[in-house]
């Protein structure tokens, strides 16, 4: 059975994601308030529980997240907005998805 988990975020910035953590395909889909989605692959490292491609990146640290839309874009901090879903499982994130 699959396994995965759903929290929103609400981001310094103003605005917000809906992500979806895929433990078994070690990638997360963001669907974006203005409707675009994408998937990041999860990123092999010893720090953090990361994901990116070549110009995107979200790292995954405690209860929030940082955000980075483009190469030279600044990290935006996200944190879990419980208002808008109901599981917020972000706690459970860095300890079994940082083992691909």
Known sequence: MASHHRVYYRC??????DTLFRDLNHDVQLTFRHGSSMTLQQ??????????????????????IIWKNGRNAPAIN???????????????????????
Do not use: A, F, W
Not at 12 to 17: A, E, H, I, K, S
Not at 82 to 93: E, F, G, K, P, Y
């Open 12 to 17: 310094d910035d103003g605005l917000g994601m």
């Open 43 to 64: 990123v092999k490292t010893s720090e953090d529980v990361r994901y990116g491609d070549m110009s995107h990146s979200l790292i995954i640290k405690d209860k929030y």
């Open 78 to 100: 996200c944190y879990p907005d419980n208002t808008m879903l109901i599981d917020q499982s972000v706690d459970r994130l860095s300890s079994h998805l940082s083992k691909p």
